[in-house]
């Protein structure tokens, strides 16, 4: 279920989402074909109902931080149990790599989705459903894909009209829930040259946040995401606003960072931010150690169950642990679970904020073993981190996705405070510039070694923006952002001084 609270007046807009969560049987979007889930209670999901179509039709939908399109499975969908029946009794083996293209080369084997526990699209059914029989094609990183087309209809989230909305109708789909991506509209699965599959023209479209400002619903498209602790069955996501309850300390802003930046220069399509350092901080014998200090993108992602670093992070922070790399997990394994007393902290440097995890955070046991929820990035990942719910829980997040930033603070869980909420309209209330915002992520380095120390007050300490003749991409693009707000907000004062004049004179 999901409960939905629109703030529309003239003082405020934004729209609160508490959505539930369940666990699945199936891997989280993005976590990777060969990784085993250690989880013992499988993998999160967080779930939010739609109604489409006319007459309406219910649909969950899986909240997705780390893609930009909402799509939906047919009902004709040849994976799900129900269309099992439709299996033709033999079929020709299709060659490697490749995926059906009819009903009729999908064997019975496969035919085993509990698509009816997320609820499946009947298109026929729908007397508004308008199809732009544009293909519609997004792929995984677990190797899961929707194949099918793009359309229209009308879409509802507890009452609040968000028709016009394009989204992706999937003939064909390996995965049993719909998604909706919150993502950047660059990584949409009509533009981005990663998923788009054929040769039809690129386009962006406005998607889900974008629409929520269309209709008048937020001001900014900004959201909060707020996960809560595992044992909370409930998280909430904030479009168009921060709520001040949710987290403690303060709030810091950070800009993203284009880990594309040789395919794509100038482009951000990601939700990533500069990690610039990472360490260990023991709080019973005052002791910090830096384990990293290369700065790597991080990219913040809700569809994934774990977090993943690179193979040589992952090596120092096992050796740190005493623990080593499960070869059949790619998770790092340790000889036993630390105790409850355990103060240790994980504490991750983006651009000098420092955000402490406690150590205990990442253990879980299974099978009598104890593992951190801390794997090895898949090659194709890239050499950055990836951040899924192992992390996202533990922080309140702001997206900003106008000024491409983000804000993050420690998350308050299960607060017994009131709401506090405040509508962003142009900066985030109450967050300040990050430390080191301009200290970012430009270009990978294959330095290993660890230099310099992020627990030094020289890794916190501000730092000015840097010339323009040697500033990444990113800086540049900040600086642009600051200097264009200042200008409108100068023309503002000046055309209003003009109009006082004239209404005088």
Known sequence: MLFLVPFLSVAQAYVALDFEKSHGDDLVKRDVQDVKL??????????????VGTPPQNITAQLDTGSSDLWFPDSTNPYCKANKKQAPKSIASLDAGTRP?????????????????FGLFNSSASTTFNSNKTEFFISYLDSSYAEGVWATD?????????????????????????????????????????????????????NFPQILKQKGAISKVTYSLYLNDTKSKYGQILFGGVDHSKYVGQLYTIPLVNSKYQKSPGVIADLEVTLNGLGIRD????????????????????????????????????????????????AIRLPKCPSKKDTREVVFNFNGVEIAIPLKQFYQKKSGKCYLDLMVAPPNNGPGLLLGDTFLRQVYTVFDLEAQELSIARANFNSSLPADVEEIKSTVPSA?????????????????????????????????????????????????????????STLSIVLVLAAITTLFM
């Open 154 to 206: 009308n879409l509802y989230l507890n009452g609040l009209n968000i028709s016009g909305l394009n989204f992706g109708l999937a003939y064909f789909s390996n995965s049993s829930n719909s998604v909706l991506g919150v993502g950047l509209t660059p990584l949409e699965a009509s533009y981005d040259t990663d998923i788009k599959q054929d040769d039809s023209p690129r386009f962006q479209y406005p």
């Open 38 to 51: 250690i989880n013992s209670q499988k993998a999160m999901l967080y779930n939010i109902q739609l109604s």
């Open 283 to 330: 709080n019973t014998t005052n002791t910090n150690t830096t384990l990293y200090t290369q700065k790597l993108p991080a990219l913040f992602d809700s569809g994934t169950s774990y977090s993943y670093v690179p193979y040589t992070m992952a090596q120092v922070i096992a050796s740190q642990v005493n623990g080593t790399i499960d070869n059949k997990t790619e």
């Open 101 to 117: 293209t009819s009903p009729a080369q999908v064997p019975k084997s496969l035919r085993n989705l509990d698509c009816a526990e």
């Open 432 to 488: 300040i510039k990050a430390p080191q915002y301009y200290n970012t992520f430009s270009a990978y380095d294959n330095a290993t070694q660890v230099v310099g120390n992020i627990f030094d007050a020289t890794a916190t300490a501000s730092m000015a923006p840097k010339n323009q003749s040697n500033s990444s991409n990113l800086s540049r693009r900040a600086l642009n952002y600051e200097n264009n707000s200042a200008r409108s």
